[in-house]
Structure formats: C-alpha cells, structure tokens
C-alpha cells in the first residue's frame, strides 16, 4: 500500500475504491509491529480500529462518513480515552483506566477518525527527549540512536515513520514543536483555549495545550478546524469563532520579525543560523518584510517558564497519594507512609525534582521572591509580544537550538536540557498559536525545523500561511 502524506489522498483513493478503511488500517498494524524498537506505542488498538474501520467503510458506501474518514491517529499517553488504560508514561498511574473521553477524541470519532493506540512521551509531559518515560526511551525514526524529542516523543516518532497518518500532543513548553523538529514533521500549538483540555492530564494547567502532529499542513489545519471550539467541561476556552485557514484573507506581504539575539546568539548551532538566515532570505524573495528585532526578556523565558510550570505541577500533581488510584506501595504500612512511599516509588527522578522545584517556589517566605516576580514577568513578556503583533504579523524563529541529539548522551546538569526550550516556551508563555514546519536540513542529514509565531487566535492566517510554504 502507498505510505500516505495527506487525508485527502486517502479520501480519493477511498472513493475511487480502490483501498478501503479495513485494508488501511491492517497495513498501518503491520507497520507498527516492524517499528516495534522505535518503543513509540505503548497500546495498540487493533480490536478497536478493525471494528471501526468496519463501520466506516460502510458509512463511506452510503455517504455518510465525517469528515475524517480513513484519518488513522494515535493519541498521546495523557489525554483519556473511556475504557482504555492511560498512564501518562508513570508508574503512579499503573492500571489505572479511564471514565470517560477527552474532548478532542470525542470530536475526532464523530468525525469518523480511527484511534489506532496510545503513545510514548515523557512521564507527565516532563521532559525534552522521551526518555523520561516508564515504557523506556522513543527513538527517532530518521537515525535510532537519537532521540525523537519531547515530551511528545511517540507522537512524533509514529508519525515520521508513517505509523499513523497524525497523531494528537501536548505543548507546554515545546513538547509538540520541538519533537516535530526532530522527526521532519509538522507540529501545532494553537492558541490557549482554543481545543478543550478536558480529559488531558494536567502537567501546568496555564500553559497546557493540545495539538496536532502530521506529515502535511493541509492535515493539521483541518484537524485543528475539528477539535478547536468552545466546550461545556472547560471553561477556559474562547467562544471567539473557529475561522479555517481556508478562509483567511492573507495580504501578500506580509510582516515578518525575529529576536536578532536568538539568531546571533553563541549558542546556536552555526548551521542552524545559516539555514534561518536562508529561509529569511527566502520569506524576502517572497515579497515579505523580514526585520530583526530587539526583545529584552528572550534570556528570562525559560526561568519564568520552569518557575511557573513546577508550581502548578507541584498543585496538579497532589493528587496522585497513592489512596484514590493507581500505583500504592507495597511498603506501605500506614497513611504517612502510604503517602510517601508511593509518589516516592511511583514517579520518576525528573517528575520528583519538578514538584520539588515548584513546592520551593510556592513556599512561605519563597512566594513573592520566585512565583511572583515569574508571574509579573510574565506579564511583562505578553505585554511586549503584543506591542511586536501590532507592527509584524508574525515572529520567526528556528524551532530548536540543534538537531536531534544522541539517546545516550549524558547531561551533567539536568537544568542543561531546560535550554532546549529556548525557542519554543515564548509561545506558551504567551498563549500565541505556534507551528514547526520542516523546511530545512541540517549537513548531519538531520531536519530541522523552522518555527512561526501568530498572535492570539490567528490560527487560520498562521496555517494559511504555512501552506503557502510548503507544497503537500
């Protein structure tokens, strides 16, 4: 069977007749079986996607199928799907199976998507590698000795290697974006609030956002279009209309800024620049207006970002005590030590340095010092991204400092890997809507992506624009 790009190919071959959704998806199975040490998926539904791919092909026979048909998609293993076991890569979590479905699936199956497993990431959305994961580290399909980034590492991996046509992550601070980098993909944040966060596993609630992982623009602009929109389980999200990208009025020049201390910074990888700088050199052969800029906070985001990120998982996370559900110590002897030695035992080194990180944060005598300043800080950040919005339509920059590093690479300072979101967290600290796109490749053979930035709730001009970039 061809190794499909884009729905709408499988959607003509569908119609033309000569593929169904059962064949589909058994060819997607066989994949997946053969890619077994890429360690991406941690469930397969294959029961389940057989039954539904059934069903779909009848509803395509009498023209009744969503919009979504023969779309094959894995989730990330935090966002819940009812009767099926989530862990988000945690040991706390051990049999646990959830109640209920998240949003985002509930809006996916009714559009007639077929859920073909569950997905590899960082336990807890907490990492820049996968290789903070219960299940053991992602590989990365382009070179399997390095990683597929994080924390959607699965995510990315699956869908690189043609796995699953898409798949859905999670942001925080780059954990969709910068795993696209790594693996060739496209990766989405949308703007916060805008796809409902009810039935994703909290990690920090004011910046947590879902989005999508594919191998064309043209796919994840019409998978944002299904999932975003207002929700009745999260009262978070905008009731501004969900325009497509198909309907956005982009003018033909358009206004383009990048941080001139990000690209002329040390620590970037000199390829990196050299092929940012071709891409800006590109965007102005286009007819666009490409200007550096100053931004006095780029060094303070990422200490802003773990301040305020470790707080809240510190919060979120009290509630896994090893009373309610999932893992308890067997150690455990009374309610004290049934507390302790459980999230102990259960959670893993990064997991237990970000709640200890965000309970120093949140301390008496600690609060103003750390948790307030990031808070103001942050203010501080979003202020001046706004006055940037009301001269430039978008902020370019490289999704990643480098390439892929190497799964076994040993870091001596765990803050080190911290820095890999030094492009990404501006985003998140915002609430803009963010996308990787793969427009380059680094002399190593290594992609790389490129990143552009909008301003709140311009979603459907940043994805127009992405398609203009690259022809699927």
Same mark, same amino acid.
């Given at each position: 069977?061809?190794? #499909?790009?884009?729905?709408?190919?499988?959607?003509?071959?569908?119609?033309?007749?000569?593929?169904?959704?059962?064949?589909?998806? %058994?060819?997607?199975?066989?994949?997946?079986? %053969?890619?077994?040490?890429?360690?991406?998926?941690?469930?397969? #539904?294959? /029961?389940?996607?057989?039954?539904?791919?059934?069903?779909?092909?009848?509803?395509?026979? /009498?023209?009744?199928?969503?919009? @979504?048909?023969?779309? $094959?998609?894995?989730?990330?293993?935090?966002?819940?799907?009812?009767?099926?076991?989530?862990?988000?890569?945690?040991?706390?979590?051990? +049999? *646990?199976?959830?109640?209920?479905?998240?949003?985002?699936?509930?809006?996916?199956?009714?559009?007639?998507?077929?859920?073909?497993?569950?997905?590899?990431?960082?336990?807890?959305?907490?990492?820049?590698?996968?290789?903070?994961?219960? #299940?053991?580290?992602?590989?990365? !399909?382009?070179?399997?000795?390095?990683?597929?980034?994080?924390?959607?590492?699965?995510?990315?991996?699956?869908?690189?290697? =043609?796995?699953?046509?898409?798949? @859905?992550?999670?942001?925080?601070?780059?954990?969709?974006?910068?795993?696209?980098?790594?693996?060739?993909?496209?990766?989405?944040?949308?703007?916060? +609030?805008?796809?409902?966060? /009810?039935?994703?596993?909290?990690?920090?609630?004011?910046?947590?956002?879902?989005?999508?992982?594919?191998?064309?623009?043209?796919?994840?602009?019409?998978?944002?279009?299904?999932?975003?929109?207002?929700?009745?389980?999260?009262?978070?999200?905008?009731?501004?209309?969900?325009?497509?990208?198909? %309907?956005?009025? @982009? !003018?033909?020049?358009?206004?383009?800024?990048?941080?001139?201390?990000?690209?002329?910074?040390?620590?970037?990888?000199?390829?990196?620049?050299?092929?940012?700088?071709?891409?800006?050199?590109?965007?102005?052969?286009?007819?666009?207006?490409?200007?550096?800029?100053? *931004?006095?906070?780029?060094?303070?985001?990422?200490?802003?970002?773990?301040?305020?990120?470790?707080?809240?998982?510190?919060?979120?996370?009290?509630?896994?005590?090893?009373?309610?559900?999932?893992?308890?110590?067997?150690?455990? /002897?009374?309610?004290?030590?049934?507390?302790?030695?459980?999230?102990?035992? =259960?959670? +893993?080194?990064?997991?237990?340095?970000?709640?200890? @990180?965000?309970?120093?944060?949140?301390?008496?005598?600690?609060?103003?010092?750390?948790? +307030?300043?990031?808070?103001?800080?942050?203010?501080? $950040?979003?202020?001046?991204?706004? %006055?940037?919005?009301?001269?430039?339509?978008?902020?370019?920059?490289?999704?990643?400092?480098?390439?892929?590093?190497?799964?076994?690479?040993?870091?001596?300072?765990?803050?080190?890997?911290?820095?890999?979101?030094?492009?990404?967290?501006?985003?998140?600290?915002?609430?803009?809507?963010?996308?990787?796109?793969?427009?380059?490749?680094?002399?190593?053979?290594?992609?790389?992506?490129?990143? *552009?930035?909008?301003?709140?709730?311009?979603?459907?001009?940043?994805?127009?624009?992405?398609?203009?970039?690259?022809?699927?």
């Amino acid at each position: 069977m061809k190794d #499909y790009h884009k729905l709408s190919d499988i959607q003509a071959d569908l119609n033309a007749g000569s593929i169904n959704c059962v064949s589909l998806v %058994e060819d997607y199975l066989k994949r997946i079986d %053969e890619n077994q040490d890429l360690n991406a998926f941690v469930d397969v #539904y294959a /029961h389940d996607a057989r039954a539904r791919a059934t069903v779909i092909d009848a509803k395509i026979k /009498h023209g009744t199928a969503g919009k @979504l048909a023969g779309m $094959v998609i894995g989730i990330k293993d935090n966002i819940v799907y009812k009767d099926h076991p989530v862990s988000a890569a945690s040991k706390i979590l051990d +049999g *646990f199976q959830s109640l209920f479905s998240a949003t985002v699936v509930e809006r996916l199956l009714e559009e007639d998507a077929i859920i073909i497993g569950r997905l590899n990431c960082d336990e807890f959305a907490m990492g820049s590698s996968n290789r903070f994961s219960k #299940y053991g580290a992602v590989k990365n !399909p382009l070179d399997k000795d390095r990683v597929a980034g994080g924390s959607s590492g699965g995510s990315a991996a699956a869908v690189s290697a =043609g796995l699953c046509l898409a798949s @859905l992550g999670s942001d925080t601070g780059g954990s969709i974006r910068q795993p696209a980098s790594f693996t060739g993909i496209y990766g989405f944040k949308p703007t916060y +609030g805008r796809i409902s966060r /009810h039935g994703l596993i909290a990690f920090a609630s004011s910046f947590d956002q879902i989005g999508p992982f594919a191998r064309s623009a043209e796919d994840i602009s019409t998978l944002y279009e299904v999932m975003a929109g207002p929700d009745n389980f999260d009262n978070t999200l905008s009731k501004q209309e969900v325009k497509k990208a198909s %309907e956005a009025e @982009l !003018p033909k020049k358009l206004r383009i800024a990048y941080f001139k201390d990000a690209l002329e910074s040390e620590k970037l990888d000199p390829k990196v620049r050299e092929e940012s700088e071709r891409i800006i050199k590109e965007l102005e052969e286009q007819g666009h207006e490409v200007k550096g800029i100053d *931004f006095p906070f780029l060094d303070t985001m990422v200490p802003v970002y773990y301040i305020l990120t470790t707080a809240e998982a510190s919060s979120n996370l009290a509630r896994y005590d090893g009373i309610h559900f999932g893992y308890r110590s067997e150690n455990a /002897h009374d309610l004290e030590s049934t507390y302790k030695l459980s999230r102990t035992e =259960g959670f +893993g080194p990064e997991v237990k340095r970000r709640i200890l @990180l965000g309970t120093f944060v949140l301390s008496s005598g600690y609060y103003d010092a750390y948790y +307030g300043k990031a808070q103001k800080a942050r203010r501080l $950040v979003q202020d001046k991204t706004n %006055e940037i919005f009301e001269d430039f339509d978008l902020i370019f920059s490289p999704t990643t400092p480098h390439t892929a590093f190497r799964i076994d690479q040993v870091e001596s300072d765990p803050t080190q890997m911290y820095l890999e979101d030094i492009f990404t967290v501006h985003a998140n600290i915002t609430g803009c809507p963010s996308i990787s796109l793969p427009l380059a490749k680094h002399e190593n053979g290594l992609p790389l992506g490129m990143q *552009f930035t909008a301003q709140r709730f311009k979603e459907a001009e940043l994805l127009a624009f992405a398609q203009t970039l690259v022809h699927n």
